[in-house]
């Protein structure tokens, strides 16, 4: 009864709070302002590059929790907390959209506020980008400013949108990371081969990390930040978009193996929750998916991620004469086999094995780039339901699938790993 008492701002704000834990954030302030641990040096590279494009004197990546704002990355100036009351950034970070204020003694949000006025500080231009994550969340803002009155030209508002959109990535790498690393302990125990496989995947994670921070660094020493930085703007954004796609991939692999929940799963249901899922995929590839009126035994969560990496898959690897076509099938017999067929490039037959395997790629000309993880996941999914996948020929071209998820049971029964049944109110 006291939960319904509670406004909807009151609500936002805790979930907000929520996210905020989640990420781990605010992380490196005291300790930063201390001098024992330095803000990580992407974050630190961001901002420095932020302060170069745009010409202010000073740059920070702030936090804003419920009643302070925390500086976790700063050039110019040095880390510090102060109350959200005093933060300009806490103004306007829940905005959406960028803020400049090219004299912010004539703005009426911030002309009264003590880094304005001279009690703390005296900024006169301003202008922030607030930090979103993914789910919508306003964590904080990327923020420049100085002393002298400034403006900011279209490329240059850009570039610091650009900027903190990477800053989300970094956030988004570190808790990823961070799960990854959970999950990898709690699957080394019972997976033989996951040392070996860690390993491999770490590998192709410091890659694209080294390209983040050298291209930050290039764009640090370019005293033209008009010409050359907006390559290596698009450079980052690359490198930490790969960056992301592999560990969340791996993360996802990694997870995948242990106890299970079998419900009664209507396929169409799931594959239209899955198109939802890649609907700019689908809509810029024209593909079209139909899926069988049946019901699969499975786990709901575990069959949505193997139906979406094989109708992704069956997307990306279309030949560029058709359009992608993708029937989703089943046969829910003694044992229950899931089927996706498509009309795509197809897999030679030496490959068919091998694809299954963690981080093993083709290289054929045309190909997306990719992490080598999908098809691996679908066969870790069809083995902790009890199964297997196996790939043939599409008959006319293209790739077939089949996905043995074992036998059906009754609703709720466990799943080989030996989960217990759902229990019911």
């Given at each position: 009864m006291?939960?319904?008492?509670i406004?909807?701002?009151?609500?936002?704000?805790?979930?907000?709070?929520?996210?905020?834990r989640?990420?781990?954030?605010?992380?490196?302030?005291g300790?930063?302002?201390?001098?024992?641990?330095?803000?990580?040096?992407e974050?630190?590279?961001?901002?420095?590059?932020?302060?170069?494009?745009?010409?202010?004197?000073?740059?920070?990546?702030?936090?804003i929790?419920?009643?302070?704002?925390?500086?976790?990355?700063?050039?110019?100036?040095?880390p510090?907390?102060?109350?959200?009351?005093?933060?300009?950034?806490?103004k306007?970070?829940?905005?959406?959209?960028?803020?400049?204020?090219?004299?912010?003694?004539?703005?009426?949000?911030?002309?009264?506020n003590?880094?304005?006025?001279?009690?703390?500080?005296?900024?006169?231009?301003y202008?922030?980008?607030?930090?979103?994550?993914?789910?919508?969340?306003?964590?904080?803002?990327?923020?420049?400013?100085?002393?002298?009155?400034?403006?900011?030209?279209?490329?240059?508002?850009?570039?610091?949108?650009?900027?903190?959109?990477?800053?989300?990535?970094?956030?988004?790498?570190?808790?990823?990371?961070?799960?990854?690393a959970?999950?990898?302990?709690?699957?080394?125990?019972?997976?033989?081969?996951?040392?070996g496989?860690?390993?491999?995947?770490?590998?192709?994670?410091?890659?694209?990390?080294?390209?983040?921070?050298?291209?930050?660094?290039?764009?640090?020493?370019?005293?033209?930040?008009?010409?050359?930085?907006?390559?290596?703007?698009?450079?980052?954004?690359?490198?930490?978009?790969?960056?992301?796609?592999?560990?969340?991939?791996?993360?996802?692999?990694?997870?995948?193996?242990?106890?299970?929940?079998?419900?009664?799963?209507?396929?169409?249901?799931?594959?239209?929750?899955?198109r939802?899922?890649?609907?700019?995929?689908?809509r810029?590839s024209?593909?079209?998916i139909?899926?069988?009126?049946?019901?699969?035994?499975?786990?709901?969560?575990?069959?949505r991620?193997?139906?979406?990496?094989?109708?992704?898959?069956?997307?990306?690897?279309?030949?560029?004469?058709?359009?992608?076509r993708?029937?989703?099938?089943?046969?829910?017999?003694?044992t229950?086999?899931?089927t996706?067929?498509?009309?795509?490039k197809?897999?030679?037959?030496?490959?068919?094995?091998r694809?299954?395997?963690?981080l093993?790629?083709?290289?054929?000309?045309?190909?997306?780039?990719?992490?080598?993880i999908?098809l691996?996941?679908?066969?870790?999914?069809?083995?902790?339901?009890?199964?297997?996948?196996?790939?043939?020929?599409?008959?006319?071209?293209?790739?077939?699938v089949?996905?043995?998820?074992?036998?059906?049971?009754?609703?709720?029964?466990?799943?080989?790993?030996?989960?217990?049944?759902?229990?019911?109110?």
């Amino acid at each position: 009864m006291q939960d319904a008492l509670i406004d909807q701002p009151r609500l936002e704000e805790l979930s907000r709070q929520a996210v905020l834990r989640a990420y781990g954030l605010p992380s490196h302030a005291g300790e930063a302002t201390s001098g024992e641990v330095s803000p990580p040096p992407e974050l630190l590279n961001l901002v420095r590059l932020a302060v170069q494009i745009t010409g202010m004197a000073s740059g920070a990546i702030n936090i804003i929790t419920a009643d302070e704002q925390h500086t976790i990355a700063a050039h110019g100036i040095k880390p510090e907390v102060c109350s959200r009351e005093d933060s300009m950034c806490s103004k306007v970070f829940q905005s959406g959209e960028i803020t400049v204020v090219p004299d912010a003694t004539r703005d009426h949000r911030f002309v009264n506020n003590p880094f304005v006025n001279g009690v703390k500080f005296s900024i006169r231009s301003y202008a922030s980008v607030p930090l979103v994550s993914p789910a919508g969340s306003a964590l904080g803002s990327l923020c420049v400013f100085t002393s002298d009155r400034q403006d900011l030209d279209p490329e240059r508002r850009e570039g610091l949108e650009i900027l903190a959109s990477q800053v989300i990535e970094v956030l988004e790498l570190q808790l990823r990371t961070r799960q990854l690393a959970d999950a990898l302990a709690t699957v080394r125990r019972s997976n033989e081969d996951l040392a070996g496989f860690a390993a491999r995947v770490s590998h192709d994670l410091k890659n694209p990390l080294t390209a983040i921070l050298g291209y930050a660094e290039l764009g640090e020493q370019d005293d033209s930040v008009s010409g050359p930085a907006a390559g290596y703007l698009r450079i980052i954004r690359g490198s930490a978009g790969r960056m992301l796609e592999t560990v969340q991939e791996v993360l996802g692999f990694s997870r995948v193996g242990g106890s299970i929940t079998r419900e009664r799963v209507p396929l169409a249901a799931a594959v239209s929750a899955v198109r939802q899922d890649i609907l700019p995929l689908v809509r810029d590839s024209g593909a079209g998916i139909t899926a069988a009126d049946a019901e699969l035994d499975a786990d709901p969560t575990l069959l949505r991620a193997l139906l979406q990496n094989l109708i992704a898959n069956a997307i990306k690897y279309s030949r560029p004469d058709a359009a992608p076509r993708i029937a989703v099938l089943a046969e829910t017999g003694d044992t229950q086999v899931l089927t996706v067929v498509d009309n795509g490039k197809g897999i030679a037959t030496e490959d068919r094995t091998r694809v299954l395997e963690p981080l093993v790629r083709l290289s054929r000309e045309g190909d997306p780039p990719g992490t080598g993880i999908g098809l691996a996941t679908c066969a870790r999914i069809a083995a902790a339901h009890g199964g297997s996948v196996s790939i043939t020929d599409t008959p006319g071209g293209g790739t077939t699938v089949r996905v043995d998820l074992g036998p059906a049971g009754p609703l709720g029964a466990s799943g080989p790993a030996g989960t217990a049944p759902r229990g019911r109110a």
